[in-house]
T-cell receptor
Framework: GAVVSQHPSWVICKSGTSVKIECRSL??????MFWYRQFPKQSLMLMAT?????????EQGVEKDKFLINHASLTLSTLTVTSAHPEDSSFYIC????????????FGAGTRLSVL | GDSVTQMEGPVTLSEEAFLTINCTYT??????LFWYVQYPGEGLQLLLK?????DKGSNKGFEATYRKETTSFHLEKGSVQVSDSAVYFC??????????FGKGTLLTVNP
């Protein structure tokens, strides 16, 4: 089946630094990708919709200057957490729907971010 | 707005026991409903789905029926296995592929 690769799987950084997370669709093209955030024992919360060739669409309450999203190609979206702080520590997950199938999404394995 | 409420775990069962994980939803329009499963160390995988009322989704022995009258999509399996141990997420699919998730239910099946 379709595969979405997310990298890195775990990152530890110092407060104030920026961290980039990559999401790649390995065997299909994705004009749209989604970024989620998951807190411990909480559901996945949609942060933003990444659109190839245009600006990302952010959900209410998500700081677009804090979480920079770039959809550089049909197979790659990146999420950059800028000037990370301990409260940004979380599990970030991306997903992508293969264009030919509505309402089906393939998920990356997630990235655990720990900000010291 | 859209929301999903699912049974909180953790749920611990013995092998071959019957499983039910309850899920109810609130939505406008006619959403699609999904169950996703997350095995340890892996990403979410689609387990089953239903796109309209009275549809039954099924896969790997799991079933769920889209009940519009009760706004529910409960997950069931007649005989669980140790390999079914995972976190299960109920989700609602709205417009533009957006998904709204429940909090997830951790299932542990003991031999």
């Amino acid at each position: 089946g379709a595969v979405v690769s997310q990298h890195p799987s775990w990152v530890i950084c110092k407060s104030g630094t920026s961290v980039k997370i990559e999401c790649r669709s390995l065997d299909f093209q994705a004009t749209t990708m989604f970024w989620y955030r998951q807190f411990p024992k909480q559901s996945l919360m949609l942060m933003a919709t990444s659109n190839e060739g245009s600006k990302a669409t952010y959900e209410q309450g998500v700081e677009k200057d804090k979480f920079l999203i770039n959809h550089a190609s049909l197979t790659l979206s990146t999420l950059t957490v800028t000037s990370a702080h301990p409260e940004d520590s979380s599990f970030y997950i991306c997903s992508a729907p293969p264009g030919s199938t509505k309402n089906i999404q393939y998920f990356g394995a997630g990235t655990r971010l720990s900000v010291l | 707005g859209d929301s999903v409420t699912q049974m909180e775990g953790p749920v611990t069962l013995s092998e071959e026991a019957f499983l039910t994980i309850n899920c109810t939803y609130t939505a406008t329009g006619y959403p699609s409903l999904f169950w996703y499963v997350q095995y340890p160390g892996e990403g979410l995988q689609l387990l089953l789905k239903a796109t309209k009322a009275d549809d039954k989704g099924s896969n790997k022995g799991f079933e769920a029926t889209y009940r519009k009258e009760t706004t529910s999509f409960h997950l069931e399996k007649g005989s669980v296995q140790v390999s079914d141990s995972a976190v299960y997420f109920c989700a609602l699919g709205g417009s533009n592929y957006k998904l709204t998730f429940g909090k997830g239910t951790l299932l542990t099946v003991n031999p």
